[in-house]
Nanobody, 114 residues
């Protein structure tokens, strides 16, 4: 069982930065992929960034160059550093872990004002 708890969301002006955190119970052992997804009302959840167990990363085209996914093994935490935020980045952001099953956090709201 993997439990994920996100934090770090909030309201920020366009052009600003936020860092999201996802605390991973039990650490990263056995997890093949971890990622950040986001969802807006009436839309499907979409991939923002993903990191594989070997450290390989991939990003949605809309965030490449502005967002960075990383992990801290000592703190059992996944991060998403978001820079140059735009109003269209406004969404609920979810942390995700893929092992034998797929696990989700409860989400954290990010609102970017214009």
């Amino acid at each position: 069982q993997v439990q994920l708890v996100e934090s770090g969301g909030g309201l920020v002006q366009g052009g600003g930065s936020l860092r999201l955190s996802c605390a991973v119970s039990g650490g990263f052992r056995g997890i093949n992929f971890m990622g950040w997804y986001r969802q807006t009302p009436g839309n499907q959840r979409e991939l923002v960034a993903r990191i594989r167990s070997d450290g390989a990363t991939n990003y949605a085209a809309s965030v490449k160059g502005r967002f960075t996914i990383s992990r801290d093994y000592a703190k059992n935490t996944l991060y998403l550093q978001m820079n140059s935020l735009k109003p269209e980045d406004t969404a609920v952001y979810y942390c995700n872990a893929e092992r034998a099953y797929v696990y989700w956090g409860q989400g954290t709201q990010v609102t970017v004002s214009s």
